[in-house]
């Protein structure tokens, strides 16, 4: 093993590099980027086109110089157009439209996912917008700065629509978010969704649930959008966020195995069905540490886990990806949103008997000022007494984001929800109680099991 | 089993309390409490004393209504005086000395903590206090609304000296704090220890260290406080907070075995060695759960779970104490100090081989606005790869607390300090990075090991 080729700069990417190169400083790495944004962080989006983030380069985790410098060729603008799993190949062509060859001991993909694009129509038209790549942020940019833009349609309640609105928002548009499903935030119970769909309306972000669109056309001075049921609504721009879908091109021509989804069968030392040829990221399954089976869960904490698993394996030192919990988070305006492991319906699926108890419990001893409520909900076995997962609500400061945590430890460690009793977790009044309230909605939980 | 008596209302006795009538409501539960505050928050009273609890009445986790309707019989202003073990037996003695003897079943001691009276002359002059009871903060807060009071010296650079610092800073007075040791805080490594020291100071609190005050003199405006070395300072009041010692008069006059500092000995099913009689909370010997071996370090965390346990067993249900991770945190102005686990210096003298690492990692992604460092040291086995213990200072936002109950979870299930890095965290731009700075310490320690 001598040189790896990966394919995709982005967070699966750039880990595998890096892990390479840190665990054999002997590797020839060379990165191949379709784009001139090598390890940019397009989790931050959002916040780039909502003006906190003032400059797009504050979004790149590391520079080109800093990649280099760690052992790292970079081919930036340079597209993958075949791979020769016989010959070890790739062809690649670069904005010249020049060709070449290149030769890999161990190839990575870390192709991605692309922006889904629903049965709309109208998808095409100007002021229509997808969120996924740094060149879809720019457009999206230049558009805000150039016309006059007041009023924006997200279709979508997933977690970059809800950023979006938020973004949106503060950057002074009036927004309206469009759901297909029943509430906003469908990773979380509707309990919790309602609360997160009252903090977008709070800041004035006009809400409609249960509504597929189906239309966007130009009018004379808006886009009409148009929906089931009648509905129509109009907005000088839309957002078209439902969520994304592996990019497995390359993969799917060499005859690697699909999975869930479609994204690309791995095994746990992230592995394809092609000899020497890997893949991490948003492009392949995710192994799920809880059912024991993969699913398609396309994040950027869990890219960074494939992509150090894969840069070990590809250099022969294989390990093994410990699975994903599904742990996620988000913050609109106020709250946030965290949820990890199963929630009661995919517990059931999965062959649990499930118990959800839902709770409000303050975040710090109510006698300090700024004590905040927490809604939580946590789920467990009622057979066993497993630990299932949860899902909580809170305002910024009631540190749900890290309380989550705590409880995607306890199911990485398969405990029972009683056990999180025993646990000893830090405590002063200004930021917690003697039992944690992630303690006391278990308490509540094993004494309604 | 029908009569439970517990001495002692505060955190280990109510526990117990509660948990023994929640899985048994037959048992009859009377408790002896001293003062009139039961289940009052002592670790509250730094601020009741700052202001930002205005009625002590707002400290009580549970008001005598609520504690009377989990079916506790509350005895208020009873001493217990004496037990006769044979008899089952508690003599009580009430406010009006009338005394009565009651019979009990199980009997559980939840006496508690005093303050520890150091070697200081003048201990007993008026404007030196205590604070460890709700009594004490009586006394001080009287004294503070009805004396012309401008400053403040405390002896001892603790959670509670350091706590009151900033209580009586904020309350306006100018405070002085005298350290005995090295460094303020000595749960933490001095280089942290400096940190919060210079928050201290950033905030107008005078900080000596390496001072052992020696006497306390009333002068004709201040008291005059002299210590090792020449050290003279003035105050018009004078704290005295160098930590608690167990009070166990009871447990020693019917012989109940006592262990590390004086604390009572119990099982990890908290029975002492005294048939039918436990014991849980500051008055006890704590089981840590690293070192497998008894250590005494009074906690409210730790209180409410030995008195759960306590309440348990005493009803014939008996379960384990899991034992103490040694979690800490303290909020000292706009910075949080968070510890669990081992030090370097506390592995080595357990027999493991530590390697300490320290690092400064930004709570949240630093494109993000308000992102703050957070300094982190993470000690580990070298032999075994082992996760020890960890310490975190930050600003209150940084989250420190939840993030050091990560390290507290990893140390439960005794992980390595490299498994860290498959955890499936959560992660939003403006709350965390895709590798949280946990893990990012993590992975700095297993490079360096």
Redesign the interface.
């Known amino acids: 093993m001598s040189h790896l080729i990966i394919v995709g700069g982005s967070?699966a990417g750039i880990s595998a590099a890096l892990r390479a190169r840190?665990l054999d400083s002997s590797i020839q790495v060379t990165m191949i980027v379709e784009d001139a944004f090598p390890n940019y962080?397009i989790?931050?989006l959002p916040?780039y086109l909502s003006g906190?983030?003032p400059d797009y380069r504050?979004?790149a985790h590391r520079t080109r110089e800093e990649i280099n410098g760690a052992g790292i060729d970079l081919l930036l603008n340079h597209t993958a157009q075949a791979i020769d799993p016989e010959a070890h190949s790739v062809t690649v062509k670069d904005s010249a439209e020049r060709v070449q060859r290149i030769f890999y001991d161990r190839l990575i993909l870390a192709t991605g996912a692309r922006s889904r694009r629903p049965h709309i129509g109208g998808l095409n038209l100007l002021g229509v917008f997808f969120l996924h790549t740094m060149e879809n942020s720019f457009q999206m940019q230049h558009y805000l700065s150039t016309h006059s833009v007041h009023s924006a349609l997200i279709v979508g309640g997933g977690y970059i629509g809800l950023e979006m609105a938020d973004a949106l928002t503060r950057r002074g548009l009036t927004v309206t978010l469009v759901e297909h499903g029943a509430s906003v935030l469908k990773t979380i119970d509707p309990s919790l969704g309602t609360l997160v769909q009252a903090e977008l309306e709070q800041h004035g972000v006009v809400v409609h649930t249960n509504i597929g669109v189906q239309q966007i056309v130009a009018g004379q001075e808006h886009l009409c959008i148009s929906g089931a049921g009648g509905f129509t609504a109009s907005a000088d721009v839309v957002l078209v966020a439902v969520g994304v879908e592996p990019r497995t091109d390359l993969a799917q021509a060499i005859g690697a195995e699909l999975g869930m989804q479609g994204a690309i069968r791995v095994s746990r030392a992230m592995e394809t069905s092609v000899p020497d040829v890997l893949a991490a990221g948003d492009c392949v399954e995710t192994w799920h540490?809880l059912l024991r089976q993969p699913m398609y869960l396309p994040?950027?904490?869990?890219?960074?886990?494939q992509g150090?698993i894969a840069g070990a394996t590809a250099i022969g030192k294989p390990a093994l990806f410990?699975?994903?919990?599904?742990?996620?988070?988000?913050?609109v305006f106020d709250q946030?949103v965290?949820r990890?492991g199963l929630r009661e319906h995919e517990a059931k699926a999965a062959g649990f008997d499930p118990l959800t108890v839902e709770g409000r419990y303050f975040d710090h001893?109510?006698?300090?000022?700024g004590a905040q409520p927490v809604c939580m909900s946590l789920t467990g076995d009622r057979r066993t007494g497993r630990l299932l997962g949860a899902q909580m609500v809170g305002p910024?400061q009631t540190?749900v984001?890290?309380?989550?945590?705590?409880i995607?430890?306890?199911l990485?460690?398969e405990m029972t929800v009683e056990?999180l009793?025993?646990?000893?977790?830090?405590?002063?009044?200004?930021?917690?109680s003697?039992?944690?309230p992630v303690q006391m909605c278990a308490q509540a939980w094993t004494?309604r099991a």
């Open positions: 967070d840190e962080s989790c931050g916040f906190e983030v504050q979004l540490h994040l950027g904490t869990t890219a960074h886990k150090r410990a699975g994903t919990l599904g742990t996620q988070v988000v913050k946030v965290a990890t001893k109510v006698y300090y000022p910024v540190e984001a890290k309380r989550i945590d705590v995607a430890m306890a990485f460690h056990a009793s025993d646990l000893d977790l830090s405590y002063t009044p200004p930021l917690g003697p039992w944690d004494h």
